[in-house]
């Protein structure tokens, strides 16, 4: 049976058809909508994804808005319960803001959006969201994308083995060159380049497929 | 007193006094309340009326059975069989866009955006065609960076891909920037063309979207004028956007539309409530009855003449049925918006204009917007000088270092270019690409017009416009299938302004005609003169491609640059026509150039492209600093070039129309007719470097080079 799988949409979101249909088209998982204002039974899900692009406008401050709406109760207690969630750019600010993931991600060092196709590499060793590849090309397009936290905490990332991705060639000034994190727990996991857009060749890129791949992986792992 | 006041009104509404006798004349009055000047005043402006070009717009090739919208919408629409069409459109905000460039250049996407899904298309890709002045005029680096950051703010946060663009450097357009942006918006089997036209007297008038302020009143008057000094001075005529206000607008409408709820939709655009609700009611026939108290207002001290020329951002006029407006109200609430009914359809042909019990104002639209002057204004053509020998530049740093030649990746990594995931190619191609949600196949987009050869020649000018662009989609495997244009002029009042359109638009109308690509849709933009300077002419041209391969998950698009080590590289030309090129002040040329010819031209490069056997690896349509600026822009740090031949200088660097660049993984077998060049130019080498005759070029260096000088030379 096929997993179910819930991708969020909140105002605003727009990478969610995208990200509904990377899910879809990967062998054993199924894509379902969640609404930002609903409800939703954590026990019906086997996975959640929050996509990227602008929710409410990145008014007050990216992904603030979106992390105080009701269905964002559901994910946090969905993520306290183990279950396996993705977060991609906005998604990734939203989950910073609700606390599910730790730092925050601010104004690019140049200051403008950039989109561009990076390298990443896979830090993390011991996680189901580790990476069987070293490498992937994978493309951003962020405002901010600038992942922040302080030296300190910088050093218990690393020493907790939460950092998930790193940039080859940092291209938005991010402390340690973290394109993506996981939360202590390991079953959260956020990153700034868009997964979704590297999903065949005529795309630039098949190395996106791995990370919906993830959400077939056993969560006890 | 009494005619010093009609001349102050006059100007302050922007209408000559025969064209106020005239108004007077059709609704046999002795003068005009203030709501009837606001209405004149607008839709009697060259932006609404389109006045002074009309009489040309009319004689442009637009017949085709694969036109399926209807006159005197918001955007044409074309079929791409299998169940599938588009809608497209390239609109001006030039105005706006030089008074303050972020929010003149993110509303003038907003608004062509509207225009699109108005229709009951998804909007799928943007593009947009940018002109500044020259290096080191005057605010040039505010221009440029307002400019892009306000295409990025929106374009980004609305979730529709910027997929390609020409940025364009000219002293004609130091104070008068140019800012044309291009939408396309699809069709799937299930959506049916929403009409702006109202059809069913009794049916409801619904507004929805953004509340009513204050900005952009006068708007679409201050677009039709040429600018003074005190330009700056018209900065609160400038509407303020807001994208995420935008992509609710987008959900919401195409919910309603695809649920079959509502009849016709009109979006506020240029003199907002007056010019949507006047021209859904003339195209359909019938009356309005529109309460302007029942307008939601951001600022309830508001006149009503104000409510009625606002361009406030982000809203749209509907028409359904009495029995639906609920639903419909539950939709916008849904996705945050606001619906509230407005007044309703009438049978009787007339707009009637409530404010709070009263009424204002009741008007035969037919009078207004049917009966709107007319001009034929002199036009005096120029004559093309040929030249017997055309000289050209052979300063290949020189170009690639000046604001010209310079590599413009600081302005399209700002902007989006794979929301959707269905982006084929991206800005880095000589054409963007997407790829059609049901059916797999792509559609390609190019931009056109180059001011040298418009500055040369305009009728050849004009039909470069659109073959330039059309032959760039030929070589990536795209039939050009249709066409936008966006005409940037100067003041029409002159005969050398009016004499260059007549000119252009004759190029490029026989040019599409030649194709049997149909112009569509399009925009005129006059009055792009400043203290009696005018631009060069600009009739921007955006040309959109079917290529009927299926888009697999291992498709290999033709790309534009080179792609293998070892690869044949040759030069396939139809070069009737030589000009000196866009880098020297004085432009010559040389030649003729033959429709019919280069529409073969084209046809030999789609099946080129298409065929599996030669497997074209990328191809690039020879432009500035002729076929080594060509090569130059395919190589890269890793795949150099070794120019196999003997050329000599004039051939290498002049520009000629036309000549395609060709890469091929196997040795190509073609059978090419005899009326083309096609000449074998060597192999592509492992490392950065090119060469040619004597000299060797170090690629990478020299496109470090030319990413920095963008930065110096404009100032970023």
Known sequence: MSRKIGVVRFLGTNCDADVYRAVDSTNGLEAHWLWYED?????DYDGLVLPGGFSYGDYLRSGAL???????????AFAKQGGPVLGICNGFQVLTERGLLPGALVKNKELSFIDRWVTLKSESKNSLWSLNEKECRIPIAHGDGCFYVTNSELETLRSKDQVWLTYKDNPNGSVGDIAGVLNEDKNVAALMPHPERAMSTWMGSQHGKEFFEKLLVNKDI | MESKNLVEKLKHYGLSKNEYDYALKLLKKENLTDIEWALFSSLWSEHCSYKSSKTFLRKLYNTSDRIVSEEGENAGVVDLGEGERIAFKMESHNHPSFIEPFQGAATGVGGILRDIFTMGARPIALANYLCF???GSNRLSELVSGVVSGISFYGNCVGVPNVTGKTKFHSSYNKNNLVNAFALGYYGKEDKIISSKIKIPGNLLVYVGAKTGRDGVHGASMASESFDKDSESKRPTIQIGDPFYEKCLIESCLEVMKSGLVEAVQDMGAAGLTSSSFEMSYGGGLGLELDLSKVPLRDQTLTPEEILLSESQERMLLTCKAENLDKIEMVFKKWGLDAVCVGHVRKEPEILLLWKGDTLCKIDPNLIVGKAPEYNHEFETKMFIENDQVESST????????VHGASKEWVYDQYDQRVGASTLLDCSEQIGAVVLPESKRSVGIALGCRQKLMSLNPFFGGADAFLHPALAL??????????TDCLNFGNPLRPEVMGDFASSLKGLSLACESFKSPIISGNVSLFNETEGENICPTPSVGVVGLNTQ???????????????VGSEVYLLSCRDFIWSGAFLENIQGSGDLEFKKVNEFSKILIEIARSKKSSLLSSRVVGSMGLMGSLFKMSSKNIGFDLDVEI???????????????EFKNSPDLDIPEDFGFVYLGQTKEGGELKYSESIIDVERLKKESKDSWNKKVGV
């Open chain 1, 39 to 43: 409800h939703f039974n954590i026990n």
């Open chain 2, 133 to 135: 002045g020259e290096s």
């Open chain 2, 550 to 564: 299926k888009v697999l998950d291992d498709y290999e698009p033709v790309r534009s640059s080179f792609q293998n």
């Open chain 2, 648 to 662: 000599d200088d004039e051939r290498l660097f002049s520009e000629s129309l036309y000549e395609v660049v060709l």
């Open chain 2, 395 to 402: 300063d290949l740093l020189g170009y690639f270092h000046s």
């Open chain 2, 474 to 483: 030929s070589s990536k495997g795209y039939e050009p299938w249709a066409v």
């Open chain 1, 66 to 76: 979106a992390a105080k709406t009701t269905v964002m109760d559901d994910v946090e």
